[in-house]
């Protein structure tokens, strides 16, 4: 585990997350992907994959940095960048 970081004054730092992406409409083609059709209880299910992924991440984070799981949820865990 790094104890000091360096970055240039312009510059930023990515804080940790868990994400998710698929693609919806039609492609550039115009056909249509098929994403495009997910129902509702498909985006509840891949939802619920990120956020089984994200209490695992959690978890591990918390646990390698020694510091209370509510802290990185509320705070270092949320993907944000920070500046310099």
Do not use: K, W
């Not at 991440?57 to 949820?73: L, P, Q, T, Y």
């Amino acid at each position: 585990m790094a104890s000091e970081f360096y970055i240039m004054p312009g510059g930023g730092i990515g804080s940790i997350g868990v994400f998710s992406t698929h693609q919806r409409g039609p492609l550039q083609d115009g056909t249509q992907s098929r994403c495009a059709a997910f129902a509702h209880r498909a985006t509840a299910h891949l939802q619920a994959r990120v956020n089984d992924d994200y209490d695992r991440f959690a978890g591990a984070v918390s646990r390698n940095r020694g510091v209370d799981v509510v802290r990185v949820r509320n705070g270092m865990g949320q993907g944000r960048i920070l500046g310099a």
